[in-house]
């Protein structure tokens, strides 16, 4: 979408290799999210970010780091991917604006792990 | 118990029909999303409520914050409406407010 890239968008890795997914926003918000979205779970937080080096773990966080050293850059970490980490990763990015929150979704990036 | 419960979670409709999804939340909210994905594709945010009603073509959402609970209405449904339907809730947090989704609402409108 507009406003907020996540690259790669495929990923095909090997079950030990680190993996790391970048979500990037033009949108200057100050909320950025980590999902991770799979048939029968719907989509479950990672980690999320209320400002430059701010997050927090989210329900899913096990096995997965975070770190936003600028506003525009959220970066997902797969130290050492399993293939239970196979699937599909949203990013979002969120803020208040005139009273109204504006939420914006990534286009996803589809990781495999073998 | 999740904290945001959307149903039914699978609905299949006839085109023309009058369609509502309902999301009913338990944790104090400061908006609350209705999103939608179709098949292989991104989430687009459809509303943000934070009271009231809003209206958009044929779709309505309505909250009811004493209730914890809002719904999603699709007027004459068409099979471009078939998608995922999914709510989520902006939960208070101060500074880290976190949103907490349903599991999404499989919609097929048949021809």
């Known amino acids: 979408d507009a406003g907020i890239t996540q690259s790669p968008r495929h990923k095909v890795t090997e079950t030990g290799t680190p993996v790391t997914l970048r979500c990037h926003q033009t949108?200057?918000?100050?909320?950025m999210y980590w999902y991770r979205q799979d048939p029968g779970h719907g989509l479950r937080l990672i980690h999320y970010?209320?400002?430059?080096?701010?997050?927090d773990k989210g329900e899913v966080s096990d096995g997965y780091s975070v770190s936003r050293s600028k506003t525009e850059d959220f970066l997902l970490t797969l130290e050492s991917a399993t293939s239970s980490q196979t699937s599909v990763y949203f990013c979002?990015?969120?803020?208040?604006?005139?009273?109204?929150?504006?939420?914006?979704f990534g286009a996803g990036s589809r990781l495999t792990v073998l | 118990k999740n904290e945001v419960e959307q149903s039914p979670q699978n609905l299949t409709a006839q085109e023309g029909e009058f369609i509502t999804i309902n999301c009913s939340y338990s944790?104090?909210?400061?908006?609350l999303h209705w999103l939608q994905q179709h098949p292989g594709g991104g989430i687009v945010s459809l509303f943000m409520l934070s009271s009231g009603k809003k209206k958009h073509g044929r779709l309505i959402a309505t909250i009811n914050i004493q209730e914890k609970h809002s719904s999603l209405h699709i007027t004459a449904s068409h099979p471009r409406d078939s998608a995922v339907y999914i709510c989520a809730a902006l939960a208070y947090g101060g500074a880290t407010n976190k949103l907490i989704f349903g599991t999404g609402t499989l919609l097929a409108v048949q021809p």
């Open positions: 970010s209320y400002g430059v080096k701010d997050t």
């Open positions: 979002a990015i969120s803020e208040f604006n005139s009273g109204a929150n504006v939420l914006t």
């Open positions: 949108e200057n918000h100050r909320y």
């Open positions: 944790v104090g909210i400061s908006a």
